[in-house]
């Protein structure tokens, strides 16, 4: 970036560029949550069998999350009087910057990252963690006890899985054999069956673990304890309205994507399709750079879906089943993976990673398929009074008084 600036002498060629960076990623966050929000309202309707959004903006109401900012922009914004109102109205912005910072080092393609750095997955995932600190001073700051508590719930969550998180993260950092990202996704070039997941058995698994505890990181069902409206009213950001709340949930969805698009540089080869057998951009130029971050955006906006879906089909856990399903299985099983693909690096002869690495795929690939098929053939609606799945065959109130 700075080389689009040569024209201006040092400092102000890198002062330039940091500003147009920073204009990127800020609009970049800014976009993304509003299209975020909106599908997240359509995916919870489709999960429980409503339209969502249909008015504003057309049959799909393209524009609610338009006019929801509006709203928020326009709303008083309050300061509770017990509240410590400098740490109060910090807090949002401290958590945002920890979401926009870890963009810095996200390589959207080949040569396409705000900053390369040589620990560039140290960094994303350092910055990350830094995120709970706004959490825990609105908080703190909040004059509330409900607030409080939120914050402290998400400081103790945090804090204990970021432990198998990093862990998972080193997993495919000893395949790689460096924390740079963008030489993470070089190596995955090529057909899918190079990506990083499918190099063993430990690497497949942890994508799993690193997604998971990822999830918990970004406060997501069933992990959003910091935020439970069922005893905590709303959690730590109970006292904020207005722009402050707003800046909470650009912060959230900025870094569902960042610990997606990590995991999509980790794991699922980056910005690589899985189909072409060479890096498009050294191929077909400006128009292969516009294929890696079209990819690298999909791969990211699709795992932040699947987030969504799973806050809408899985209950909220407890605070102690929270904590015992990370110290007792995620931590132990994270240990487990990081000394396995350590062994499998020394010890496992070649032709054991070829046939696990296309045999994993290909299976994977076959998965994939036949779910589409079960999807595409499933009846649209079911007769009146009966059921889907495993609740076909179950009498309804419907089937009782009908005499069925």
Same mark, same amino acid.
């Given at each position: 970036?700075?080389?689009?600036?040569?024209?201006? =002498?040092?400092?102000? #060629?890198?002062? *330039?560029?940091?500003?147009?960076?920073?204009? @990127?990623?800020?609009?970049? +966050?800014?976009?993304?949550?509003?299209?975020?929000?909106?599908?997240?309202?359509?995916?919870?309707?489709?999960? !429980? =069998?409503?339209?969502?959004?249909?008015?504003?903006?057309?049959?799909?109401?393209?524009? !609610?999350?338009?006019?929801?900012?509006?709203?928020?922009?326009?709303?008083?914004?309050?300061?509770?009087?017990?509240? #410590?109102?400098?740490?109060?109205? $910090? *807090?949002?912005?401290?958590?945002?910057?920890?979401?926009? @910072?870890?963009?810095?080092?996200?390589?959207?393609?080949?040569?396409?990252?705000?900053?390369?750095?040589?620990?560039?997955?140290?960094?994303?995932?350092?910055?990350?963690?830094?995120?709970?600190?706004?959490? +825990?001073?609105? &908080?703190?700051?909040?004059?509330?006890?409900?607030?409080?508590?939120?914050? +402290?719930?998400?400081?103790? !969550?945090?804090?204990?899985?970021?432990?198998?998180?990093?862990?998972?993260?080193?997993?495919?950092?000893?395949?790689?054999?460096?924390?740079?990202?963008?030489?993470m996704g070089q190596q995955q070039e090529g057909i899918f069956w190079n990506w990083r997941i499918f190099h063993d058995p430990f690497t497949f698994v942890a994508f799993v673990i690193f997604f998971i505890t990822a999830t918990a990181s970004c406060k997501r069902a069933p992990f959003d304890l910091a935020e439970a409206e069922s005893e905590?009213?709303?959690?730590? %950001?109970?006292?904020?309205?207005?722009?402050?709340?707003? /800046?909470?949930? $650009?912060?959230?969805?900025?870094?569902?994507?960042?610990?997606? *698009?990590?995991?999509?540089?980790?794991?699922? &080869? &980056?910005? %690589?399709?899985?189909?072409?057998?060479?890096?498009?951009?050294?191929?077909?130029?400006?128009?292969? %750079?516009?294929?890696?971050?079209?990819?690298?955006?999909?791969?990211?906006?699709?795992?932040?879906?699947?987030?969504?879906?799973?806050?809408?089909?899985?209950?909220?856990?407890?605070? #102690?089943?929270?904590?015992?399903?990370?110290?007792?299985?995620?931590?132990?099983?994270?240990?487990?993976?990081?000394?396995?693909?350590?062994?499998?690096?020394?010890?496992?002869? =070649?032709?054991?990673?070829?046939?696990?690495?296309?045999?994993?795929?290909?299976?994977?690939?076959?998965?994939? /398929?036949?779910? /589409?098929?079960?999807?595409?053939?499933?009846?649209?609606? $079911?007769?009146?009074?009966?059921l889907p799945g495993a609740w076909a065959g179950v009498a309804t109130p419907f089937m009782r008084t009908s005499g069925k």
């Open positions: 970036m700075k080389e689009l600036f040569s024209f201006l =002498d040092p400092p102000f #060629d890198a002062v *330039a560029a940091a500003f147009v960076l920073a204009g @990127v990623f800020v609009t970049f +966050i800014a976009l993304s949550s509003l299209f975020f929000i909106w599908l997240e309202r359509k995916v919870a309707g489709r999960m !429980q =069998d409503r339209l969502g959004p249909t008015r504003v903006g057309g049959k799909f109401g393209w524009l !609610q999350t338009v006019a929801d900012g509006i709203k928020l922009l326009v709303k008083e914004d309050t300061t509770p009087t017990g509240a #410590d109102k400098i740490l109060f109205k $910090m *807090a949002p912005y401290l958590a945002f910057c920890a979401s926009f @910072v870890a963009f810095i080092s996200l390589p959207f393609g080949n040569g396409i990252v705000g900053r390369e750095m040589s620990v560039g997955a140290f960094f994303l995932m350092a910055v990350l963690a830094c995120e709970v600190f706004g959490v +825990i001073l609105a &908080g703190y700051s909040s004059g509330s006890k409900w607030s409080l508590f939120g914050g +402290i719930r998400e400081a103790a !969550q945090v804090v204990s899985y970021e432990v198998p998180r990093a862990l998972c993260v080193l997993v495919p950092v000893v395949v790689a054999g460096t924390l740079n990202l963008t030489t905590l009213v709303a959690g730590f %950001h109970t006292e904020y309205s207005g722009l402050r709340w707003s /800046v909470f949930f $650009m912060a959230e969805y900025g870094s569902m994507f960042a610990v997606s *698009a990590a995991a999509c540089l980790l794991f699922l &080869g &980056g910005w %690589h399709t899985g189909l072409l057998p060479f890096e498009p951009s050294k191929e077909w130029g400006i128009f292969g %750079h516009i294929l890696n971050g079209a990819v690298f955006i999909g791969k990211g906006f699709f795992l932040v879906f699947v987030m969504m879906w799973m806050r809408w089909s899985l209950p909220r856990l407890r605070i #102690d089943q929270v904590m015992m399903t990370c110290l007792k299985y995620f931590l132990p099983i994270a240990c487990v993976l990081l000394i396995g693909v350590c062994t499998w690096e020394l010890f496992a002869p =070649d032709w054991l990673g070829l046939g696990w690495r296309y045999l994993c795929s290909i299976g994977c690939v076959l998965a994939i /398929v036949a779910l /589409v098929l079960r999807l595409l053939t499933a009846p649209l609606s $079911m007769p009146k009074g009966e």
